[in-house]
């Protein structure tokens, strides 16, 4: 599905991160205090320094190991565990596997669903109809490239229906409003991955309005663990260590200049493609920072003329989203979903 890496000139994503001069202090201060991981003090200040990045208060988010961990630990400090009444997670289909993997992590069943082929995303006004909504626990849904969901039209859904929602914004650490999530009730997962903008290497953070679902949040992240040793609820590991929290604030020192960078690289794509023609294919953000440039084919044999030539001009690319979740094999998720995705994204 993707060119050869022996061939590619021009990756599709090449992070960079802070450098060893950066980190060094940070280094230093975890040789002097010997506290590696357990909520160190780099992870504290890390966690009060985002908080004060978003605007929202330290008891409103949560760090943890990866944006996969973020979204188990949200999803057993919202649903606990699966019932017979209640054993589904409804989700798209068009997302990254990690989103399923969360799910059966918490051992409820993924429920695969078209997205809407403007949004590329469920559509919560369509989803109040969705007859599985009487076997479903939780609707997970998905912030794809980096584009946040309507956050009050969910929370209208969940008025209307009672059934809690998640956010995977993965790729929204620039994009997402952190105001407007602790003023609601829809709380968010971020990915704090090498190929994000925003990286601590590898990391997520939660964003809620609630304190109280943060708490239960970091208690399951830590062994059901939380000011002291009685183990509650499900939990696994799911810490951030001291040396990930040491590149997430060496990043935030540097974070106006790379951010610039992203912009300046989208607001490029931009007018090359104005100049070609591609200006109606392709898609990059210009007013936040996002890591994804994603050409939109209009049909399957369009993408794989754009594939071949990307690959003669020894450019990289990538399908995403592969071709769904429903196409895995093996699958993560059952049973199928509704009705198959009709678009088709490359990233280059």
Same mark, same amino acid.
């Given at each position: 599905?993707? *060119? !050869?890496?022996?061939?590619?000139?021009?990756?599709?994503?090449?992070?960079?991160?802070?450098?060893?001069?950066?980190?060094?202090?940070?280094?230093?201060?975890?040789?002097?205090?010997?506290?590696? /991981?357990?909520?160190?003090?780099?992870?504290?200040?890390?966690?009060?320094?985002?908080?004060?990045?978003?605007?929202?208060?330290?008891?409103?988010?949560?760090?943890?190991?990866?944006?996969?961990?973020?979204?188990?630990?949200?999803?057993?400090?919202?649903?606990?565990?699966?019932?017979?009444?209640?054993?589904?997670?409804?989700?798209?289909?068009?997302?990254?596997?990690?989103? +399923?993997? %969360?799910?059966?992590?918490?051992?409820?069943?993924?429920?695969?669903?078209?997205?809407?082929? @403007?949004?590329?995303?469920?559509?919560? +006004?369509?989803?109040?109809?969705?007859?599985?909504?009487?076997?479903?626990?939780?609707?997970?849904?998905?912030?794809?490239?980096?584009?946040?969901? #309507?956050?009050?039209?969910?929370?209208?859904?969940?008025?209307?229906?009672?059934?809690?929602?998640?956010?995977? =914004? =993965?790729?929204?650490?620039?994009?997402?409003?952190?105001?407007?999530?602790?003023?609601?009730?829809?709380?968010?997962?971020?990915? @704090?991955? =090498?190929?994000?903008?925003?990286?601590?290497?590898?990391?997520?953070?939660?964003?809620?309005? #609630?304190?109280?679902?943060?708490?239960?949040?970091?208690? !399951?992240?830590?062994?059901?663990?939380? #000011?002291?040793?009685?183990?509650?609820?499900?939990?696994?590991?799911?810490?951030? /260590?001291?040396?990930?929290?040491?590149?997430?604030?060496?990043? @935030?020192?540097?974070? =106006?200049?790379?951010?610039?960078?992203?912009?300046?690289? !989208?607001?490029?794509?931009?007018?090359?493609?104005?100049?070609?023609?591609?200006?109606?294919?392709?898609?990059?953000?210009?007013?936040?920072?996002?890591?994804?440039?994603?050409?939109? *084919?209009?049909?399957?044999?369009?993408?794989?003329?754009?594939? %071949?030539?990307? /690959?003669?001009?020894?450019?990289?690319?990538?399908?995403?989203?592969?071709?769904?979740?429903?196409?895995?094999?093996?699958?993560? *998720?059952?049973?199928?979903?509704?009705?198959?995705?009709?678009?088709?994204?490359? !990233?280059?």
């Amino acid at each position: 599905m993707t *060119a !050869a890496p022996s061939e590619i000139s021009i990756p599709v994503n090449r992070p960079r991160l802070p450098t060893a001069e950066r980190l060094l202090p940070y280094l230093r201060e975890i040789d002097a205090t010997r506290q590696y /991981s357990n909520f160190g003090p780099l992870q504290t200040r890390l966690q009060r320094s985002l908080a004060d990045h978003h605007g929202v208060g330290a008891a409103n988010l949560a760090l943890a190991a990866s944006g996969t961990a973020a979204l188990l630990a949200l999803i057993q400090a919202i649903v606990g565990g699966p019932s017979e009444r209640r054993p589904l997670c409804l989700c798209p289909s068009y997302t990254f596997v990690g989103t +399923a993997a %969360a799910i059966r992590l918490a051992r409820l069943q993924p429920f695969l669903l078209d997205v809407d082929p @403007l949004s590329w995303a469920l559509n919560p +006004a369509s989803l109040e109809t969705c007859p599985e909504l009487e076997r479903a626990a939780l609707v997970l849904v998905v912030a794809p490239y980096g584009r946040p969901p #309507d956050l009050d039209a969910w929370q209208t859904f969940t008025r209307r229906t009672g059934i809690p929602v998640i956010v995977d =914004a =993965a790729a929204c650490f620039d994009s997402i409003d952190a105001a407007a999530v602790v003023r609601g009730s829809i709380p968010v997962a971020v990915s @704090l991955h =090498a190929t994000k903008t925003f990286s601590t290497g590898e990391g997520g953070l939660i964003l809620a309005a #609630d304190p109280q679902l943060i708490d239960r949040a970091a208690r !399951a992240l830590n062994f059901g663990f939380r #000011d002291d040793r009685s183990s509650s609820g499900p939990c696994f590991n799911g810490k951030l /260590s001291e040396y990930h929290a040491a590149v997430g604030l060496a990043e @935030l020192e540097g974070w =106006a200049t790379k951010r610039q960078g992203f912009l300046l690289a !989208a607001r490029s794509y931009a007018r090359r493609a104005a100049r070609s023609g591609w200006s109606h294919a392709l898609h990059v953000r210009e007013d936040h920072a996002c890591p994804y440039a994603l050409l939109m *084919a209009a049909d399957q044999p369009q993408a794989k003329t754009i594939e %071949a030539e990307l /690959s003669r001009a020894h450019v990289g690319w990538r399908h995403w989203y592969g071709w769904g979740l429903h196409r895995q094999r093996p699958s993560p *998720a059952a049973p199928p979903p509704r009705c198959p995705t009709p678009t088709i994204s490359l !990233a280059a």
